[in-house]
């Protein structure tokens, strides 16, 4: 499908607002344990009983590659991810001693995908049933979690059915019996639990997962027809307008590409027509994730998620089946996309996301990332919620803050609080966003609110891309607000995170810097309105590991009049 509705820019200002309320309430917590609790009932587990299927309908192929790297360690004995490893023969799904990301890797069974990219069925079968066997072992009878989320049961579903002749050819009858046993009874949790995951990625994982099971196990034509109903529930409260989910994170975005990919060849698999709203999805869901890539290919760094290399990224893109242009305004997702030449600009152009659709939400609005060609030039920090063991926790935290993302911080704070429990507090609650199209030039205008409530004063920032890509104008200005709150004197701050590699000298007047991109172009930098230094930072790599790196940082004061910096990038020869 090739489409060009997403290159239309609707002109004029509008006003974007956060969406939703605080935390979840305490009674809303009180209820979700009390649900969690039921698990252990005699009375669900009576629920979870039926049938036993005898094989399953179909096997769908994954439409994506396994890293064969990753499933050569397994077969060697080991379980890795992002720097942590365990041995496979000890491996306990329900330990508490990795990560919850590695555990989630675990629990969905993830690993099944890299395995089957390592070596034959007869390779890395055995290998596969014993590992289903040690899950089956601690947690198909015993109802509990994290085993038991429903969004993990979701991607299970689809795992042990895609790879199910790596876990079902076994001619073990009992254990075959227990692994579709325990598939069904999963699909049967699913039925009851669905609805309360999580808005967003863990509920349409969930329900995926129910209409997985509906169109694989006989007998299953009911349950398909309430799951579809459930996932387009769920999709529609999960994905933003135009395509983005709500929780604003690349990464999960990725993951919902790649979930409704694989749901989808479980209807190739029964030869049975996709229901429109899963194409529908798709056709949204691809380009709001193309816009928030750079020029490599990758994914640029946003609420907390990883820059994702291009390979992984094209795979699960082609393995949509979907053809089209990035998004270059997803003004519901929040995010600005700019590219003219070899030059690629990603702007932040909405509040952090709601605390009830998002965990680990950064306080990065009106920060922007900029490439040209193959090349990353000013980056965020990125990887706050990517967990492994190359981040810790205070790291991590470290990450959410606006200071680790390129745009302007005022008098060292975040421009939506971070809560030392890692929820978002009051800040940023509303955007006034323009942008214009000029020959080939493009112009987004935005300002937020965040510094109003304790500074009295209104962040506004102008970004210019000339038609030809080869200079970025910006503009930082610091308004006094109509609001009660006394503007007051406050230091600020603008930071331009640069990618490893690049190699910053400042000019002799001290207002500007040459920027030397390793085996690449020239950039030169400029500002006025500030003073110019050269200071250290990072960045986190697709992998999860941090790299040391420089950044710009144009400092000053600000009066309760304001202030205002402009500042160019822009490439010479």
Same mark, same amino acid.
């Given at each position: 499908m090739e489409s060009d509705e997403q290159d239309e820019i609707p002109v004029g200002k509008r006003l974007v607002r956060a969406q939703g309320g605080g935390g979840e309430s305490l009674a809303e917590r009180l209820t979700s344990q009390f649900y969690r609790l039921t698990w252990r009932t005699p009375l669900h587990a009576l629920r979870l009983r039926g049938?036993?299927?005898?094989?399953?309908?179909?096997?769908?192929?994954?439409?994506?590659?396994?890293?064969?790297?990753?499933?050569?360690?397994?077969?060697?004995?080991?379980?890795?991810?992002?720097?942590?490893?365990?041995?496979?023969?000890r491996v306990d799904f329900g330990s508490e001693s990795i990560s919850s990301g590695f555990a989630n890797y675990l629990q969905r069974f993830q690993w099944l995908r890299d395995l089957a990219a390592a070596g034959s069925r007869a390779q890395v079968a055995p290998v596969a049933e014993m590992l289903t066997r040690r899950w089956l072992s601690s947690h198909a009878d015993r109802v509990s979690e994290p085993a038991w989320r429903p969004d993990l049961w979701g991607w299970r579903i689809l795992f042990w059915a895609t790879h199910a002749p790596l876990i079902l050819s076994s001619t073990d009858l009992v254990y075959r019996s227990a692994v579709l046993n325990g598939l069904a009874r999963g699909a049967r949790h699913l039925d009851r639990s669905a609805d309360r995951a999580p808005i967003g990625l863990q509920r349409i994982a969930a329900w995926a997962g129910i209409v997985a099971a509906g169109l694989l196990i006989t007998g299953g034509g009911p349950r398909r027809s309430f799951g579809e109903a459930g996932l387009a529930r769920a999709l529609n409260t999960g994905f933003s307008a135009d395509g983005g989910l709500v929780c604003r994170t690349p990464g999960g975005q990725l993951d919902a590409v790649m979930l409704l990919a694989m749901l989808s060849r479980v209807y190739d698999a029964r030869r049975i027509e996709r229901p429109a709203f899963l194409a529908s999805a798709l056709n949204l869901s691809v380009p709001s994730l193309?816009?928030?890539?750079?020029?490599?290919?990758?994914?640029?760094?946003?609420?907390? /998620?990883?820059? +994702?290399? !291009?390979?992984?990224?094209?795979?699960?893109?082609?393995?949509?089946?979907v053809r089209t242009r990035p998004q270059r305004q997803a003004r519901d997702w929040g995010y600005q996309r700019a590219a003219a030449g070899q030059t690629v600009v990603v702007m932040d152009a909405a509040p952090p996301p709601d605390r009830r659709v998002a965990r680990g939400g950064c306080a990065s609005t009106l920060a922007f990332e900029l490439s040209e060609g193959a090349h990353r030039l000013v980056i965020n920090c990125g990887g706050a919620n990517a967990g492994g063991a190359f981040i810790s926790a205070g790291l991590a935290n470290g990450l959410r803050t606006t200071a680790a993302h /390129?745009?302007? +911080?005022? !008098?060292d704070s975040n421009s939506t609080a971070i809560h030392a429990d890692g929820s978002l507090g009051r800040g940023v609650s509303e955007i006034a966003l323009e942008r214009q199209e000029n020959e080939g030039s493009s112009r987004i205008e935005a300002s937020h609110d965040g510094y109003v409530r304790r500074f009295g004063l209104i962040h506004k920032r102008t970004l210019l891309l000339s038609g030809d890509g080869r200079e970025l104008r910006g503009d930082?200005?610091?308004?006094?607000?109509?609001?009660?709150?006394?503007?007051?004197?406050?230091?600020?701050?603008?930071r331009f995170h640069l990618a490893p590699g690049i190699e910053a000298t400042p000019t002799a007047d001290g207002m500007g810097a040459l920027l030397r991109i390793e085996r690449g172009a020239l950039w030169q930098f400029r500002c006025r309105g500030g003073t110019l230094s050269?200071?250290?930072?990072?960045?986190?790599?697709?992998?999860?590991?941090?790299?040391?790196?420089?950044?710009?940082?144009?400092?000053?004061?600000?009066?309760?009049?304001?202030?205002?910096?402009?500042?160019?990038?822009?490439?010479a020869g």
């Open positions: 049938r036993y299927p005898l094989k399953l309908l179909a096997v769908p192929d994954d439409p994506v590659a396994g890293d064969a790297s990753t499933g050569l360690a397994i077969l060697r004995g080991e379980l890795t991810w992002r720097g942590e490893q365990v041995e496979c023969g193309l816009g928030v890539t750079l020029g490599d290919g990758g994914l640029s760094s946003w609420q907390g /998620s990883l820059p +994702i290399e !291009a390979p992984q990224v094209e795979s699960i893109i082609a393995a949509s089946g /390129s745009t302007l +911080i005022l !008098a930082d200005v610091l308004l006094p607000s109509k609001a009660k709150q006394k503007p007051m004197t406050s230091a600020f701050a603008i050269v200071e250290e930072s990072l960045w986190i790599d697709g992998q999860a590991r941090p790299h040391g790196t420089v950044q710009l940082v144009v400092s000053g004061e600000a009066s309760p009049g304001g202030a205002s910096v402009g500042w160019v990038l822009r490439r």
